[in-house]
């Protein structure tokens, strides 16, 4: 899947911790709608593009556009309003916070409108949007199969579980692309299932889907296209087909 005008593009990004190049001239488009597979051996550079578009990190040169506006320099917390999401290799989530808590934090920077006096007062305006919000968090619970854990503290919960929360905090508010860091991990067939659904709704909505995975069977599954990243550069890019039968691939990661 290609596009004139993609969600996501990468031109020349390098990265370099001293004399080492962890990104070296990466170049890369993703559409609205396409779920792309981001694979490679440990230390091929996939976490350090996620920090870089995520802006965690900043690239030593090149650039990243969101909807062909550059995001290059711009502040995690401003891309992420932006509508660039993601999840985390290792879970990131509020411990003391129930699953619900959790998963309403992400609307909260929009506000409820009306400021400290609207919440002395209770205005009708602010009481309509707060139930909007516990709302849209209760759906999306729901198709993450979590309704019955809303109240538990996310500290307590087990990883697959923690992985489904972090999904649907990083999806409550639309995302307008979404990165997604080892997501299988440690989660139950079923799980895994589910989280192939939300997926694949993602997809049907125009979200711009980037995943790094190990596990090979959800990314050919998944994915529309999968880019292979070799010691910091594209190695390949192209089908699930086109990657399975490639012999480059085959002797660097596959094989």
């Known amino acids: 899947m290609t596009s004139e005008n993609p969600v996501l593009r990468l031109r020349g990004v390098t990265k370099r911790f001293g004399g080492v190049h962890a990104l070296r001239d990466v ?9 792309c597979g981001l694979i490679g051996p440990n230390g091929a550079g996939k976490t350090t593009l996620f920090d870089i578009v995520s802006g965690v990190q900043a690239p030593t040169s090149g650039t990243v556009e969101l909807d062909g506006t550059s995001v290059t320099r711009e502040l995690p917390e401003v891309r992420a309003r932006r509508g660039i999401r993601r999840t985390f290799q290792r879970v990131q989530l509020y411990g003391h916070l129930s699953v619900e808590d959790n998963v309403l934090t992400a609307l909260e920077w929009r506000g409820g409108g009306g400021g400290l006096l609207a919440d002395v007062l209770g205005v009708p305006s602010r009481r309509s949007r707060e139930r909007a919000r516990r709302d849209r968090v209760a759906s999306v619970l729901a198709a993450c199969g979590l309704t019955e854990l809303r109240g538990t503290p996310a500290g307590s919960l087990p990883i697959g579980q923690a992985r489904l929360v972090e999904l649907a905090r ?35 909505r125009g979200v711009a889907v980037v995943l790094v995975e190990h ?28 990657i399975q039968a490639h012999d480059a691939v085959r002797a660097a990661y596959l094989g």
């Open 27 to 35: 170049s890369l488009s993703v559409a609205a709608g396409e779920v």
């Open 170 to 204: 990083a999806v409550v508010d639309e995302p307008r692309l979404l990165l997604l860091d080892e997501p299988t991990s440690g989660l139950s067939s079923g799980e895994a299932d589910r989280f192939a659904g939300q997926v694949a709704a993602l997809r049907d």
């Open 215 to 242: 596990d090979m069977s959800f990314v050919m599954g998944q994915c529309d296209r999968v880019v292979v990243l070799d010691l910091g550069q594209v190695l390949a890019t192209g089908t699930p087909e086109e």
